[in-house]
């Protein structure tokens, strides 16, 4: 059993329908530096920066929603003699709407527990833009 599984998991790559594509000629060289979507905002009392990581989505027309991962960075200063970092790696979850190269974004994040205070989630507000819908020329 164990090689038959492993026997398939190893043909699997190989297995692929072929698909031709015909793209018009073009007489411009575009260049798309990143194909994400980077947000800021603020979320708990603090500023957060994230890039949209998996998602689900649907798009619809120039408009986009996704659903998913949030890789961020946060940043935020405690007050009191015991501190965190000021800037803190940290993933949430959360739905963000893009509309051409603008992104609205609400995003979940989740403040663990301490001595003192029970963990909650926070909601926040955050806007960005869509990388690959800004198109930038390629000097020739």
């Known amino acids: 059993m164990l090689k038959l599984l492993f026997s398939f998991l190893l043909l699997i790559p190989f297995v692929s329908k072929s698909q031709t594509s015909q793209q018009l000629p073009t007489k411009e060289v575009l260049v798309i530096p990143y194909w994400g979507t980077i947000v800021s905002g603020y979320v708990d009392q603090g500023a957060f920066v994230n890039f949209t990581g998996p998602s689900l989505g649907y798009g619809f027309g120039k408009s986009q929603i996704l659903f998913g991962m949030l890789p961020s960075l946060r940043f935020k200063e405690d007050s009191g003699t015991t501190k965190n970092s000021v800037v803190i790696p940290t993933l949430g979850i959360g739905i963000t709407y893009t509309y051409k190269a603008l992104a609205f974004q609400v995003p979940l994040y989740y403040t663990t527990k301490t001595s003192t205070s029970n963990g909650k989630w926070n909601i926040g507000l955050g806007l960005g ?12």
Not at 129 to 140: E, H, V
């Open 129 to 140: 833009i869509k990388m690959s819908a800004i198109r930038f020329k390629k000097d020739s």
